[in-house]
């Protein structure tokens, strides 16, 4: 079910930037970074990759807003523009009429403008098809409502998600799969945790009233910004005030509980918002781990703006062999390379990259990760399994087996704000919108016996 309120865009005039880059270009190049994703790029690296001489800032946002809109929209833009389009047209052009209806429903841009420049688009790509893409476009605003109502006979146009996530939600999650896929095509709040080394969300939230930017304090330390803005440039960014990170996973840090003078592992650690987050809590003597190099340069950089100071290596962590000097961690926290299927709604990509086949695979990568890291746990101390997924096979059924495989390990109950489903340490993306909202998270601490 799509929830128009919460994408609307606003109007994008027929040229762009003070270089007057044509909407049709930017149009042209979301639509390829569109393709990018079908064919298994995430939408940031297919971005990257085009062609944008003589786009500036806001019509690189532009370009953003419009690939990511049009990913989150993706099931009933698809679905609309298949009720018009009775011969499959060449990838690009189709891309092309994916873009311009769903800048049709979910932006202020006029019709008009959005049909001329995207035919203009799809005329650059093939002249014979500049007529084709007209009629499509003109049909489809004929009855906008009549076109939604029957793309959305098909489940993947209704939910805008793949048809294998909304079967396998609704059979895992019979209460709450509505709720999860709701929360999934939202688009989350800019939401910032303040160092609390350095600051306060009352002194923040002052320094932004200042400068006239609308922010709440959800926390001492959370704070939520009513518009998104670009995060360099609010004040106190650089100096490394504060870091921006969804409420959910500010639940990460808190629940492993690391107290000062504990040695502690992040093992999945990059690009460092957790571990960031457990330094500016305790003064903890801190190993964060990623196996990818160029990550772990990420980590590094948010410590050295935040002010804090830890061992970032990069490394296999499930292979201490390499890495390991023998001595226990009293925590070790281990954010799980997972679907990221509680994420979509900051990541719409991942909806469309994901096959359901990976789920399987990365559970078998998480378990792998478990049971290396398990016996590095302290006696007495405790591992906070986390991730940003929705999926059972990632979260309680691979807690469940590693309880089963492990007589020294046992569950601890926590509870987690806001959420009817939370319980069982899954946080619903989303969440309540109003006092909670965030992306899905799954939380499960877990303990070794003592010696
Ligand atoms: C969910 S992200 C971690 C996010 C991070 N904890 C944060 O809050 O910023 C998962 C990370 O696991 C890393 N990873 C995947 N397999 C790994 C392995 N075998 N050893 C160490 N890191 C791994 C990935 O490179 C990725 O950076």
């Known amino acids: 079910m799509s929830d128009a309120s919460a994408s609307a865009v606003p109007a994008t005039p027929a040229t762009s930037g003070k270089a007057g880059v044509a909407l049709s270009r930017v149009q042209r190049r979301a639509a390829e970074a569109v393709l990018g994703v079908l064919v298994g790029a995430n939408a940031d690296s ?30 009933e833009t698809r679905g609309m523009v298949r009720l018009f389009v009775h011969q499959k047209p060449e990838p690009l052009i189709e891309a092309l009429l994916w873009i311009a209806v769903y800048q049709l429903r979910h932006s202020k841009t006029a019709s008009h403008v959005v049909v001329s420049q995207a035919v203009a688009a799809v005329a650059e790509v093939n002249r014979a098809a500049k007529g084709f893409a007209n009629a499509v476009l003109r049909n489809y605003l004929r009855g906008p409502e009549e076109a939604l109502t029957r793309a959305c006979e098909r489940d993947e146009a209704l939910w805008n998600h793949p048809s294998w996530w909304i079967s396998r939600l609704q059979q895992e999650q019979p209460e709450w799969w509505e709720a999860i896929l709701r929360g999934g095509n939202g688009s989350g709040p800019l939401t910032l945790r303040v160092n609390r080394r350095r600051s306060t969300a009352e002194t923040l939230c002052a320094a ?7 922010a709440e304090a959800l926390s001492a330390h959370t704070v939520v910004l009513r518009r998104p803005r670009p995060v360099e440039r609010l004040p106190g960014f650089r100096a490394g ?63 050295a703006r935040l002010g804090l100071r830890a061992d970032v290596r990069t490394a296999d962590a499930a292979l201490p062999a390499a890495w390991w000097d023998g001595r226990p961690f009293d925590r070790i926290l281990l954010d799980a390379p997972c679907t990221g299927s509680g994420v979509v709604r900051r990541h719409p990509d991942g909806k469309w990259l994901k096959r359901e086949s990976d789920i399987a695979q990365l559970a078998a990568q998480q378990r792998r990760l478990l049971d290396a890291l398990w016996p590095l746990v302290a006696p007495g101390g405790r591992l906070l399994y986390a991730t940003c997924s929705v999926f059972r096979a990632e979260n309680s059924q691979q807690v469940e087996a590693a309880l089963a495989r492990h007589a020294d390990m046992r569950r601890i109950r926590i509870n987690l704000p806001g959420d009817p489903a939370s319980s069982g340490g899954q946080l619903l993306p989303g969440g309540n919108r109003k006092t909670h909202n965030h992306d899905g998270y799954f939380y499960a601490l877990l303990e070794k016996a003592p010696s």
């Not at 500036?56 to 993706?74: E, H, K, P, S, V």
């Not at 500010?250 to 987050?277: E, I, T, Y």
């Open 241 to 303: 005030d504060f870091s921006v990170q969804d409420a959910g996973a500010q639940l990460a840090a808190p629940l492993l509980g690391a107290k000062s003078g504990m040695r502690v592992l992040d093992a999945c650690a990059a690009p460092g918002g957790k571990a960031a987050h457990l330094l500016e809590l305790a003064d903890i003597d801190l190993l964060a781990l990623d196996v990818d190099a160029t990550r772990c340069q990420r980590i590094a950089e948010n410590f």
């Open 46 to 75: 297919a971005l990257a990759r085009l062609d944008c001489s003589g786009f500036d800032g806001a019509t690189r946002a532009a370009l953003t807003d419009l690939t990511y809109g049009t990913l989150r929209f993706l099931g």
């Open 208 to 214: 932004l009233a200042a400068k006239k930017i609308d």
